[in-house]
Nanobody, 128 residues
Framework: QEQLAESGGVSAQAGGSLSLSCTVS????????ITWFRQPPGNEPEGVAS???????CYADDVKGRFTISKENCKNTLYLIMSSLKPEDSAMYYC??????????????????????WGQGTQVTVSS
């Protein structure tokens, strides 16, 4: 059974840095796209950063240059390194997986509704 588990969410000061981890278990296929979503209270989840098994990455405009997504295949772990944090980065952060690479999807990133497997989330709070 495929499972995703996030960790690393804590509180931080504005301007600081945090690192989130997402460990994937039970997924044995070589093709995937994984996205970090965040959901502030009362809002819908929004994609923050994505990485595909073909190596491509994508970032939301408001985190470009501040967040970095990476993966360590030997540990089945995905990371989100967040720097220059802002109070508006505060949210529940989720990692989610869709069993298709961007290349297999015709060079187009999967839509949010395509993501089949989700973690339970980890809370990030940034204070000013």
């Amino acid at each position: 059974q495929e499972q995703l588990a996030e960790s690393g969410g804590v509180s931080a000061q504005a301007g600081g840095s945090l690192s989130l981890s997402c460990t994937v278990s039970g997924y044995t296929y070589s093709s995937y796209s994984i996205t970090w979503f965040r959901q502030p209270p009362g809002n819908e989840p929004e994609g923050v950063a994505s990485i595909s098994s073909d190596g491509s990455t994508c970032y939301a405009d408001d985190v470009k240059g501040r967040f970095t997504i990476s993966k360590e295949n030997c540990k089945n772990t995905l990371y989100l390194i967040m720097s220059s944090l802002k109070p508006e980065d505060s949210a529940m952060y989720y990692c989610a997986l869709v069993p298709q690479s961007r290349h297999e999807n015709g060079g187009v990133w999967p839509s949010d509704s395509d993501y089949k497997y989700w973690g339970q989330g980890t809370q990030v709070t940034v204070s000013s």
